[in-house]
Structures are given as C-alpha cells and as structure tokens.
C-alpha cells in the first residue's frame, strides 16, 4: 500500500530565503508523487507532478521537487520564499493504476515572516 | 472554463438531519472524486465515480454515506442522519478520463450542531 509522510507539521521561513518541505513515501508500485498546494478557503492546487520521467520536476510559482530512489524522498524546496507562498502544502503518492485514488500526507503549514 | 464546482460552501445541520452535497466537474471531466479533510489531517480518500458507475467506494463509511454521478447533473455527496464527527471539510476533484492530474473544488465546509 502507499503512503506519504510529512516530516514537518509547521515550517516558517523568512521572506527571500530557501524553503524546504521534506517528504518521504513508500509504495509497492512504480509510484506518482505530486505536490499539492492549500490556500486559506481555497481549493487545492497541483504545484508539481513526478511520472518517472526526469528526477528533477520543475512546477509552478518556483518551486521544485527531486526524486530520490535511494532515500525514498520527493522534497519540495524553492529558492526564495515570498509572503504569497504562506499555505499548506500536501505531498501524495499514488500507484501506477489511473484507478488508484491518491494518497495524501497530513500537510505542512509553510509560514513566511516579513 | 470554470473550474470544479461545489456548492454550497458552508452547510449547516443539526444532529440526524440529511447533508446534500453538489460537485459539477471541469467541462469535459467524467471523474469525479471525493475527499474528507479533518482539522490538522490530509485529504482521505471517500469515492470514485464515473458518470452512472462508482469505480471505487474503499475510503467511504459503510453506512449513513453514499454518493452519486448521474448521467446528467452534479455528482451528489448524500450524508444520512448526520453525527457530529461528520463535521469537516469535504473536497470534490474531477479528471479527464481517469487521468491522475485531479482538479479540486473549493470545498464544502459541513458543521454539525
């Protein structure tokens, strides 16, 4: 079966620096990873999406994401925080099947300070 | 092109009463998907649908819930006699074709008094 763990519940950076959101997944499949994006009242929104294509997955607003075999991990990271950043933020794991439902971690709270 | 449509937003019930919950996909989706996200929780996994076929009800309770995607109209989220411990959000996403690139909706919030 597959899941998705989350390492940090809260995460709060400073406005212009690195953030870095740490996932790690376990699947007995070829696995999908995405990263999900949650503002406050706001649907959720695809950030990025790994197909075994390329390890290194470029999304949207500057954010990127590599996949680690080795270490099981699909970490979200961009170089510079903005305060339009300030969201949680879900890493999911879904099997090889189209008719595998994805599976959600629990969601890291990305707080940017001024 | 709108995207996934929920309604209502906020819903209101009272112990025992009946919860309707409305999800329109992406024009041009036939999957629809739902989701129930608990305070400090991830999205759980409910139900599957296709248009008329549930292709995956695993994560839904066995009782009380049942869910519905007619071959026209909204796809229907049905919460019979509802408890307290229904209170949460509860997400609609839809896909083209099965396609594991979900869109979401904004969400219905459900309170239980």
């Known amino acids: 079966a597959q899941s998705v763990t989350q390492l940090d519940s809260h995460v709060s950076v400073s406005e212009g620096t690195p953030v870095l959101l740490r996932c790690n997944y376990s699947?007995?499949?070829?696995?999908?990873l995405f990263w999900y994006v949650q503002h406050p009242n706001k649907g959720l929104q695809l950030l990025l999406k790994?197909?075994?294509?390329?390890?290194l997955v470029k999304g949207i607003n500057g954010f990127e994401a590599e996949f680690k075999k080795s270490e099981t991990s699909f970490h979200l990271t961009k170089p510079s925080a903005h305060m339009s950043d300030a969201a949680e933020y879900f890493c999911v794991v879904s099997g090889s099947s189209g008719n595998t439902p994805l599976v959600f971690g629990k969601g890291t709270r990305l707080s940017v300070i001024a | 092109n709108a995207g996934v449509m929920q309604n209502p937003r906020h819903l209101v019930r009272r112990r025992g009463q009946e919860a309707r919950l409305r999800c329109s996909p992406m024009?041009?989706?036939?999957?629809v998907y739902w989701y129930r996200q608990l305070p400090e929780e991830g999205l759980k996994f409910m139900v599957y649908l296709q248009k008329e076929n549930i292709i995956d009800e695993s994560g839904m309770p066995k009782e009380r819930f049942s869910a519905e995607f007619p071959k026209e109209g909204p796809s229907i989220l049905r919460i019979q006699q509802v408890v307290r411990g229904d209170s949460a959000a509860y997400f609609c996403a839809s896909s083209y074709q099965g396609d594991e690139k979900l869109f979401f909706g904004s969400g219905t919030q459900l309170s239980v008094l």
């Open positions: 024009k041009g989706h036939s999957h």
């Open positions: 790994y197909t075994s294509a390329a390890t």
């Open positions: 699947s007995s499949y070829s696995p999908s």
